[in-house]
């Protein structure tokens, strides 16, 4: 039986593009696409978990999900953007990006991980960011953002090992996409070297590449858009 998929956030640059890209493909049965901005049954809010678990209750009723793509992120919003020193922290926005960055995807995964097929190497995957890498941090600032995406990658590995339990051939991963021409990154897109800003439809290409490429060994790891491991 063919099996499903799903893209959470598919109506930012790059859930669209991952979904249309997925749709193109014509891999699986059908393509799942929740999003905030979705009306009707395709809404879905990752500050609100009743809205996850109606829409992994309607994903329940098709063809299991094989893939299941979190293509979310907060970077800025209004006045607010990445911190660059400590005196800039403010609790309310370091609430908002931790809600959206890291608990989201973790509720997210908290509904649509157990859909996962016991069968083939079913995959979840979230967007993470390089910057969320403790070991590859050497500049600091933008503290709330990289605190948050740490925070999610410790999430992946901890979900990753507890779905193991379950069907040990399940793969669980974050995802580090590079700076994609999308509105999280249009502010700072000035400073990215030639070459390496990509647009929507080619970063979405390179991630489906990656998770093609992905072992059962590989879950619980990050992964930039190249397929180099990128450590936590």
Same mark, same amino acid.
């Given at each position: 039986?063919?099996?499903?998929?799903?893209?959470?956030?598919?109506?930012?640059?790059?859930?669209?593009?991952?979904?249309?890209?997925?749709?193109?493909?014509?891999?699986?049965?059908?393509?799942?696409?929740?999003?905030? #901005?979705?009306?009707?049954?395709?809404?879905?809010?990752?500050?609100?978990?009743?809205?996850?678990? *109606?829409?992994?209750?309607?994903v329940a009723g098709?063809? *299991?999900?094989?893939?299941?793509?979190?293509?979310t992120g907060l970077?800025?919003?209004?006045?607010?953007?990445?911190?660059?020193?400590?005196?800039?922290?403010?609790?309310?926005?370091?609430?908002? #990006?931790?809600?959206?960055?890291?608990?989201?995807?973790?509720?997210?995964?908290?509904?649509?991980?157990?859909?996962?097929?016991?069968?083939?190497?079913?995959?979840?995957?979230?967007?993470?960011?390089?910057?969320? #890498?403790?070991?590859?941090?050497? =500049?600091?600032?933008?503290?709330?953002?990289?605190?948050?995406?740490?925070?999610?990658?410790?999430?992946?590995?901890?979900?990753?090992?507890?779905?193991?339990?379950?069907?040990?051939?399940?793969?669980?991963?974050? =995802?580090?996409?590079?700076?994609?021409?999308?509105?999280? #990154?249009?502010?700072?897109?000035?400073?990215?070297?030639?070459?390496?800003?990509?647009?929507?439809?080619? *970063?979405?290409?390179? =991630?489906?590449d990656v998770i093609?490429? =992905?072992?059962?060994?590989?879950?619980?790891?990050?992964?930039?858009?190249?397929?180099?491991?990128?450590?936590?």
């Amino acid at each position: 039986m063919r099996k499903s998929a799903v893209v959470i956030g598919a109506s930012g640059g790059i859930g669209r593009a991952i979904a249309n890209a997925l749709d193109e493909e014509a891999q699986f049965a059908r393509i799942w696409r929740f999003a905030r #901005s979705a009306p009707g049954d395709d809404h879905l809010d990752l500050e609100d978990e009743a809205s996850i678990e *109606a829409a992994a209750a309607r994903v329940a009723g098709g063809p *299991a999900p094989a893939l299941v793509i979190v293509a979310t992120g907060l970077l800025h919003e209004g006045a607010n953007g990445p911190e660059k020193a400590l005196k800039e922290l403010d609790p309310a926005w370091l609430a908002r #990006s931790y809600a959206i960055n890291a608990i989201g995807p973790a509720l997210v995964a908290k509904h649509f991980v157990p859909l996962l097929p016991r069968d083939g190497t079913p995959v979840f995957a979230a967007l993470s960011a390089r910057v969320g #890498s403790i070991g590859d941090n050497a =500049l600091g600032g933008w503290h709330g953002y990289r605190a948050a995406k740490a925070a999610l990658n410790m999430l992946i590995r901890n979900v990753a090992i507890e779905q193991r339990r379950r069907y040990d051939r399940s793969i669980v991963v974050a =995802l580090h996409p590079g700076t994609v021409a999308t509105k999280l #990154s249009a502010p700072f897109s000035g400073n990215v070297a030639p070459g390496k800003l990509f647009d929507p439809e080619r *970063a979405a290409l390179q =991630l489906l590449d990656v998770i093609e490429g =992905l072992k059962p060994h590989d879950s619980g790891k990050l992964f930039a858009w190249d397929g180099a491991e990128i450590p936590f």
